[in-house]
């Protein structure tokens, strides 16, 4: 069995789903509590690998909150009053499914961390080497949880012991005050360094502090900075950064470079897939996954990004929404078709070559498509079973060179970005010159598409309106493609694919406003108001 360190935690605590759809509402409740009291080692061990049940829900729930609420992504998920089309058209509701579930599952992460660190912390049969490490590894992932939570919904109740129910939501700094505590004190207990990226070590603690100081440090919008653009069609004005804190997500992007222990593999395309998931030196920290029919829930994100595989005539849960991504993308660049895979063999037909091109579709998310063992292309797509990267090296990386050239020292950062770049083209010869701060998000850009940073990205510039506003200059906005049937622009017969592009890329234009810099604090699982007040402003 795969990974089996977790497998029998999860096999205890989780009741177990299977899912056919990204649409994952039948779920709920499928969170279980561990016993009342911590007996011996391998339960502590246990009770902390349960945290990784509501973690396993998000991982392709991620993708409809973080990429399809930007400007590159719509999704056609169902029906065009599901969860998915809602986020990408910009008519996120406090009872969108995806918000639902994400908040709803983050607590119960938070939840069962807190279980688990009281209870191992009060038996006295637990060793005391399993006790520190089991206790760290439950402040991490407490700690990680937090850090989508703030991101996601601004202001959120920190609930740090069990048994109480919290609705006063902190302030942003006391919850990043929060993550750093459970961060830094998971990473004195962590040990150095583990091959297997699912197990939290040392350099999983000082990347996700790196990647959080660098967020705390761009100063998030408050509640009341958002309330004053929530229905504005204009960015924030409150730019500006806290060189302290991005001097601390230098020290921390240090810990992890320093170590020794990471590096960029060699190769990009084998970053992705089965036969290439939770593999050392570039993958960091990573979510298991071991299909619907085993783990709390599979990995859609396969699923959802090649949805119906060779047939051209079905739209795809989620996707490019426009092809200038890869045409404005410099072609030796060996990360461009596989982030924006245009052509595919499949080898159930012989290898027969398909073009996922306009007029009739828009490219795929590459990084969706399996391809790293014998018709894997055809198979995951069904299996749901490939890890989730939270967090790789070239992340680190980006966190260092965005800190330095936000404080002023490009020079510093100029030499980062080109080691990203020298393994996306395989030699020196596209190196930088020089740098800018836009150098350094172009390059957050080309090297992580799909892998839910976009919209986290835009909220921390501060350019998520002008941003999602540019689906203006993209071939399907115009006014040709607006209905089924009709001649485009390019002369081609529109299909029905293409009108659905049109009428999202418009919604995005149209709808986008300032409350979109987080999402609504929604109601819980079962439509019941949670009872947390005030709203985020503009829902």
């Not at 029906?79 to 709803?104: D, I, L, M």
Request: aromatic residues 10%.
């Amino acid at each position: 069995m795969k990974k089996l360190v977790l497998s029998k935690a999860l096999l205890a605590l989780v009741l177990l789903v299977a899912f056919s759809s990204c649409n994952d509402k039948d779920d709920e409740g499928s969170i279980v509590g561990g016993s009342s009291v911590v007996k011996s080692d391998e339960e502590a061990v246990a009770l902390v690998n349960g945290v990784y049940g509501p973690l396993q829900t998000v991982s392709s729930s991620f993708s409809f909150l973080i990429e399809s609420a930007t400007e590159g992504t719509i999704s056609f998920e169902g029906e065009e009053n599901e969860a998915g089309p809602e986020v990408s058209r910009f008519e996120t509701k406090p009872t969108t499914w995806y918000p639902v579930k994400v908040y709803s599952r983050l607590y119960q992460a938070v939840g069962t961390s807190n279980d688990a660190i009281e209870k191992i912390g009060a038996s006295t049969a637990v060793s005391e080497a399993t006790k520190k490490v089991s206790i760290a590894r439950a402040k991490f992932l407490r700690g990680l949880s937090y850090s989508y939570l703030v991101q996601l919904f601004g202001e959120v109740p920190l609930v740090l012991q069990t048994g109480t129910s919290v609705k006063t939501r902190s302030s942003i700094n006391d919850v990043y005050t929060q993550i750093v505590k459970d961060l830094t004190e998971a990473e004195a207990d962590l040990p150095e360094y583990d091959s297997s990226p699912i197990i939290p070590s040392k350099g999983a603690a000082n990347a996700i502090l790196a990647r959080v100081y660098l967020a705390w440090g761009h100063n998030p919008l408050t509640q009341d900075q958002l309330a004053e653009i929530a229905n504005s069609s204009s960015d924030p004005v409150h730019v500006h950064v806290d060189n302290a804190k991005l001097t601390k997500a230098v020290e921390y992007a240090d810990k992890v470079i320093k170590s020794g222990k990471y590096s960029l593999l060699s190769d990009y395309t084998k970053l992705f897939g089965r036969s290439n998931e939770s593999k050392a030196p570039e993958h960091i920290f990573t979510i298991r996954h071991d299909g619907d029919a085993v783990d709390a829930q599979g990995n859609h994100q396969t699923h959802c990004a090649f949805t119906f595989a060779f047939d051209l005539t079905k739209d795809n849960h989620i996707g490019p929404s426009n092809v200038k991504q890869h045409d404005d993308w410099d072609a030796a660049d060996t990360r461009r078709e596989f982030s924006y895979t245009t052509y595919l063999e499949n080898p159930q037909e012989n290898n027969k070559g398909y073009y996922f091109l306009p007029p009739v579709t828009l490219p795929r998310f590459g990084k969706g498509i399996d391809r790293s063992y014998e018709n894997s292309v055809n198979h995951a797509i069904t299996t749901n079973e490939v890890d989730r990267i939270e967090i790789r090296y070239a992340e680190v990386l980006l966190i260092k060179a965005e800190a330095l050239a936000e404080s002023g020292k490009t020079g510093e950062a100029l030499p980062i970005i080109n080691q990203v770049r020298e393994r996306a083209y395989g030699n020196t010869l596209h190196n930088l010159k020089s740098l800018t701060v836009d150098d350094v998000r172009k390059e957050w850009g080309y090297e992580f598409v799909y892998e839910q940073k976009n919209w986290f990205n835009l909220v921390r510039w501060k350019t998520l309106i002008a941003t999602v506003k540019t689906v203006k200059d993209f071939e399907h906005f115009d006014d040709s493609y607006k209905t089924a049937g009709g001649t485009g622009k390019d002369g081609s017969t529109v299909n029905a694919f293409f009108a659905k592009v049109y009428k999202h890329l418009h919604a995005k234009y149209d709808n986008v406003r300032g409350k979109h810099y987080r999402f609504p604090i929604p109601t819980g699982e079962k439509g019941e108001d949670l009872g947390i007040t005030p709203q985020n402003p503009g829902y």
